[in-house]
Nanobody, 123 residues
Framework: VQLQASGGGLVQAGGSLRLSCAAS????????MGWFRQAPGKEREFVAA????????NYADSVKGRFTISRDNAKNTVYLQMNSLKPEDTAVYYC?????????????????WGQGTLVTVSS
């Protein structure tokens, strides 16, 4: 499956953005999807994940209560709704996939990545 992330941009602190990750292929529903982010000079870190069944989600502590991950299998798309954005959320956001994976925040589990989309939160 090929992944295409979009929706990034510049937003003021306290604002909202919704990221999308569109997948090609007919087997999207078999893939657990995750969002990760990488700030300049830092390692890629886990943000959120949703299981292939859609029944399980997982969030990094830093985004709990502010971000929501969801998926629409009919549209082959996973979303990341980001509310109450903070300057420390500034990063390039990547979506990743793993076939029948668990919704864990283990970067090494994901074996397929899309290109990133830049989110910049100004103070």
């Amino acid at each position: 499956v090929q992944l295409q992330a979009s929706g990034g941009g510049l937003v003021q602190a306290g604002g909202s953005l919704r990221l999308s990750c569109a997948a090609s292929g007919r087997t999207f529903s078999r893939y657990t999807m995750g969002w990760f982010r990488q700030a300049p000079g830092k390692e890629r870190e886990f943000v959120a994940a949703i299981s292939w069944s859609g029944g399980g989600t997982n969030y990094a502590d830093s985004v709990k209560g502010r971000f929501t991950i969801s998926r629409d299998n009919a549209k082959n798309t996973v979303y990341l709704q980001m509310n109450s954005l903070k300057p420390e959320d500034t990063a390039v956001y990547y979506c990743g996939s793993v076939l029948y994976g668990s919704a864990q925040g283990i970067r090494q589990q994901y074996d397929n990545w899309g290109q990133g989309t830049l989110v910049t939160v100004s103070s």
